[in-house]
């Protein structure tokens, strides 16, 4: 069965310095993988995804992420925070072999940057 | 940008009645989705929808459940006979294709069950 870890329910740093929000997964073959954004009252926003190529994949507002396949993981990262990065970040796979798009998704990590 | 939009924003209901959550999909997707998200716990797939026809369901989606795409572009959820397990924030989502590409969401209807 396909599933997602994300072992932190919160993450803060302070506005400037790095972040991580770290995810692995357990899933038969070779995922898609992806990273959406919760704002409160607002839908899931997609991040950025890794399908294949370059380990390092980048996206939206400065947001990369590392996929690690010894690892099975796809940590989400920032240099360099902002206040205004906080919200409820998720963690996603698709399986590699499905046409059909279904997303197993894990808890959510949510980021809080201080000024 | 195109979206995905989702109507009502909050519904409350009594148990036992029906609801219809409503979604109009990004106008050139081809494959849609419902997601819930029961407060403090992860995204739950519900089912996916294709060609005017269910492809897959999760065992969540049981018989109380029906999906439909009425018109050209609206995509219904509907949930015959609400339980109070049923209160979750219901996600719509679309993608132009399966595989590789992302899912977009709306914003979610707040369904509760009093």
């Known amino acids: 069965a396909q599933s997602v870890a994300q072992p932190e329910d919160q993450v803060n740093v302070a506005e400037g310095n790095p972040l991580t929000v770290k995810c692995t997964y357990s899933?038969?073959?070779?995922?898609?993988l992806f990273w959406y954004v919760q704002y409160p009252n607002r839908g899931l926003q997609f991040l950025l995804k890794?399908?294949?190529?370059?380990?390092l994949v980048k996206g939206s507002y400065g947001f990369e992420a590392e996929f690690n396949k010894s690892q099975t993981s796809f940590h989400l990262k920032k240099p360099s925070a902002l206040v205004s990065d906080s919200a409820l970040y998720f963690c996603?796979?698709?399986?590699?072999?499905?046409?059909?798009?279904?997303?197993?998704f894990g808890r959510g990590t949510q980021l809080t940057v201080w000024p | 940008e195109p979206e995905v939009t989702q109507t009502p924003s909050h519904q409350v209901t009594q148990m036992g009645q029906e609801v219809i959550l409503r979604c109009v999909p990004i106008?050139?997707?081809?494959?849609f989705y419902w997601y819930r998200q029961i407060l403090g716990q992860k995204v739950e797939f519900l089912v996916s929808?294709?060609?005017?026809?269910?492809?897959?369901k999760s065992e969540i989606f049981d018989d109380q459940f029906s999906v439909e795409r009425p018109d050209g572009s609206n995509f219904t959820l509907k949930i015959r006979s609400t339980k109070l397990e049923d209160s979750a924030m219901y996600f719509c989502?679309?993608?132009?294709?399966?595989?590789?590409?992302?899912?977009?969401f709306g914003q979610g209807t707040r369904l509760t069950v009093v």
């Open positions: 996603a796979v698709r399986d590699r072999g499905s046409t059909l798009g279904r997303l197993y």
């Open positions: 899933v038969s073959g070779n995922p898609y």
């Open positions: 890794y399908i294949t190529g370059d380990n």
């Open positions: 106008s050139n997707h081809l494959y």
């Open positions: 929808f294709y060609n005017n026809e269910i492809s897959e």
């Open positions: 989502a679309s993608s132009a294709i399966g595989g590789n590409t992302e899912a977009f």
